[in-house]
């Protein structure tokens, strides 16, 4: 199952570069697998779309719009973002989210990062009651193209009628790629 699912990510995050993507990112843990792309549409407009597996708790989808404003050493954005999951043992619910993200420079090749989406019940499925994805990242660029970093996630989808569900929460690694 892990092995098809990281072929259908790589082929995901290839195939995106066709797309005019600016920015292919991988990153993982003991258990979750993620790759992504983002590509600006428009001078203060990006799209993103990213595929994450997890080995106990199945697969997840998301695709996001969000304004983009940079500001000196300061990048924000805010936007929404359309989260499905197929759930290994459970319901297989959907959301769409409200958050943003906050990127700051601190130094030449240093960046801090942070992103949080939430959805109440009246922006998902029937099946839940609300659901959250939180972030927050220290990149280093190694080259102006290329990015490594070490974050914290957590996302979790809390049910109506099921025990809550922690997709991931945890440490994770990582790379970016800019193009």
Same mark, same amino acid.
């Given at each position: 199952?892990?092995? =098809?699912?990281?072929?259908? !990510?790589?082929?995901?995050?290839?195939?995106? *570069?066709? /797309?005019? +993507?600016?920015?292919? $990112?991988?990153?993982?843990?003991?258990?979750?697998?993620?790759?992504?792309?983002?590509?600006?549409?428009?001078?203060?407009?990006?799209?993103?779309?990213?595929?994450?597996?997890?080995?106990?708790?199945?697969?997840?989808?998301?695709?996001?719009?969000?304004?983009?404003?940079?500001?000196?050493?300061?990048?924000?954005?805010?936007?929404?973002?359309?989260?499905?999951?197929?759930?290994?043992? =459970?319901?297989?619910?959907? !959301?769409?989210?409200?958050?943003?993200?906050? *990127?700051? /420079?601190? +130094?030449?090749?240093? $960046?801090?990062?942070?992103?949080?989406?939430?959805?109440?019940?009246?922006?998902?499925?029937?099946?839940?009651?609300?659901?959250?994805?939180?972030?927050?990242?220290?990149?280093?660029?190694?080259?102006?193209?290329?990015?490594?970093?070490?974050?914290?996630?957590?996302?979790?989808?809390?049910?109506?009628?099921?025990?809550?569900?922690?997709?991931?929460?945890?440490?994770?690694?990582?790379?970016?790629?800019?193009?």
């Amino acid at each position: 199952m892990f092995k =098809r699912s990281l072929l259908v !990510a790589s082929l995901f995050a290839v195939s995106s *570069t066709a /797309a005019l +993507a600016s920015s292919i $990112k991988f990153d993982l843990n003991n258990d979750v697998f993620e790759t992504g792309f983002a590509t600006e549409i428009a001078p203060g407009a990006e799209m993103s779309a990213n595929y994450m597996y997890s080995r106990p708790e199945g697969d997840l989808a998301d695709f996001g719009i969000k304004a983009t404003h940079q500001q000196d050493i300061h990048k924000f954005a805010i936007g929404a973002k359309f989260t499905k999951l197929w759930a290994n043992h =459970r319901a297989n619910p959907h !959301a769409f989210a409200i958050g943003g993200d906050y *990127t700051i /420079a601190i +130094a030449q090749n240093l $960046k801090v990062s942070g992103s949080a989406y939430y959805a109440p019940s009246v922006l998902t499925s029937s099946e839940l009651n609300r659901y959250y994805d939180l972030d927050a990242k220290i990149a280093y660029s190694i080259m102006p193209q290329a990015d490594v970093y070490l974050g914290y996630r957590a996302i979790q989808f809390r049910y109506t009628n099921e025990p809550d569900l922690d997709f991931t929460k945890g440490l994770y690694i990582g790379a970016a790629f800019n193009f």
